[in-house]
């Protein structure tokens, strides 16, 4: 009976990266044994592929793609990969500029990211540079704006206020 590769530690997987990919590295740290990095936006395509393509590393399962929202910072696209045969997990982070922002693909590298892509752009406004058909998955055609940016105004806030809005006057 053959055995299961074995998993990597969170602190060799990160001197891994470190050493392929050296200050583009711009965190990292061990999130429940688990291994979290940002890297710079020029390395973020590469950096997938490696941690897919590295044999100790095998991240071979798309969790998934999103983005969060950092204000004026700008956005960070985060995904979450998965070895199937270790468990360990990484999960890679790259900021995109506060406007007009900006992602390589990596549907290339992982088929389903194309529809994660998909829900990212449409809903956060980040375009995912190389992606074969960026186009609405969720929304109207006619919807215009990006309903999950903190900037995006909630209609049902201008036509009825916020409950515990404050009514003492300015």
């Known amino acids: 009976m053959a055995s299961s590769p074995s998993r990597l530690a969170p602190d060799e997987v990160t001197e ?37 393509d590295e044999p100790a590393l095998a991240c071979d399962f798309l969790e998934f793609v999103s983005a969060v929202d950092l204000k004026e910072d700008g956005f960070e696209v985060v995904v979450q990969v998965t070895s199937s045969t270790t468990g360990l997990g990484v999960r890679i982070k790259t900021p995109c500029q506060a406007e007009e922002p900006t992602c390589p693909t990596i549907s290339d590298l992982y088929p389903g990211a194309s529809w994660h892509e998909r829900e990212t752009s449409e809903l956060m406004g980040i375009a995912f540079e190389g992606h074969p058909h960026l186009v609405k998955l969720l929304l109207p055609e006619q919807f215009e704006g990006y309903p999950l940016r903190k900037s995006f105004e909630l209609m049902s806030r201008v036509a009825k206020p916020w409950p515990g809005e404050s009514e003492i006057p300015d």
């Open 16 to 52: 891994r990266l470190r050493t392929q990919f050296g200050d583009d590295i711009v965190d990292h740290r061990d999130s429940f044994g688990h291994v979290q990095v940002t890297v710079t936006p020029a390395r973020y395509h590469e950096l997938v592929a490696f941690v897919r």
